[in-house]
Nanobody
Framework: QVQLVESGGGLVQAGGSLRLSCAASGLTFNNYHMGWFRQAPGKEREFVAG????????YYADSVKGRFTISRDNAKNTVYLQMNSLVTEDTAVYYCNAGNSIGTMKSLSFGSWGQGTQVTVSS
């Protein structure tokens, strides 16, 4: 059974930074794209960033390009999201998930989600 545990969220002022982590188990980690997603209050969950199994390909939502960086450590079965220059619109619960392709990641075609980690950006 796949288990994904997100951590690293918190309260930060606009312009600040946070680093999220997602520890995965129950899957052959380096076979999967990993991604970060977020859901703000009253809004649908959306794709934020994704990375291929080897880490060679990274892709981002337009809203976070140049500010967020996704990375992974396949030895630790962990994916990270470095978030810089945070703005209030980044406030959301952040989730990670695993998928087989960029298409899967961007379409949010997943059967289940972890508990997420709350990121709150104050003005």
């Amino acid at each position: 059974q796949v288990q994904l545990v997100e951590s690293g969220g918190g309260l930060v002022q606009a312009g600040g930074s946070l680093r999220l982590s997602c520890a995965a188990s129950g899957l052959t980690f380096n076979n999967y794209h990993m991604g970060w997603f977020r859901q703000a209050p009253g809004k649908e969950r959306e794709f934020v960033a994704g990375i291929s199994g080897s880490g060679a390909v990274r892709y981002y939502a337009d809203s976070v390009k140049g500010r967020f960086t996704i990375s992974r450590d396949n030895a630790k079965n962990t994916v990270y999201l470095q978030m810089n220059s945070l703005v209030t619109e980044d406030t959301a619960v952040y989730y990670c998930n695993a998928g087989n392709s960029i298409g899967t990641m961007k379409s949010l075609s997943f059967g289940s989600w972890g508990q997420g980690t709350q990121v709150t950006v104050s003005s």
